[in-house]
Nanobody, 127 residues
Framework: VQLQASGGGLVQAGGSLRLSCAAS????????MGWFRQAPRKEREIVAA????????KYADAVKGRFTISRDNVNNTVYLQMNSLKPEDTAVYYC?????????????????????WGQGTQVTVSS
């Protein structure tokens, strides 16, 4: 399984970015996908997660109302639309593929349940 993240960059506060994560190698439509981020000297944390059919989405409190996760199961891609960006959103963003099919529940926010990771894409928000 390979995950390829893209779309990061440098943006001013208040701006927008759209991250993409293309998946290959397994039945994408059977698995929860998540976006996580890791800032310097901090642990990787959940940003948003979406279940296998897109019917359930969860967001970290810090991004609710600003970020939107979506997926395209035809093209095996998950997206993260980020609006009203803040300097504190600066981090490396990773997409993750859950290790168990048809599983969301209390595991969506836990990096330990994600078996596959993209290479990360840097998002930098200037003030």
């Amino acid at each position: 399984v390979q995950l390829q993240a893209s779309g990061g960059g440098l943006v001013q506060a208040g701006g927008s970015l759209r991250l993409s994560c293309a998946a290959s190698g397994r039945t994408f439509s059977s698995y929860t996908m998540g976006w996580f981020r890791q800032a310097p000297r901090k642990e990787r944390e959940i940003v948003a997660a979406i279940n296998w059919n897109g019917g359930t989405k969860k967001y970290a409190d810090a991004v609710k109302g600003r970020f939107t996760i979506s997926r395209d199961n035809v093209n095996n891609t998950v997206y993260l639309q980020m609006n009203s960006l803040k300097p504190e959103d600066t981090a490396v963003y990773y997409c993750g593929g859950h290790g168990r099919p048809y599983t969301f529940g209390s595991t969506y926010y836990d990096t330990g349940y994600y078996a596959y990771w993209g290479q990360g894409t840097q998002v930098t928000v200037s003030s």
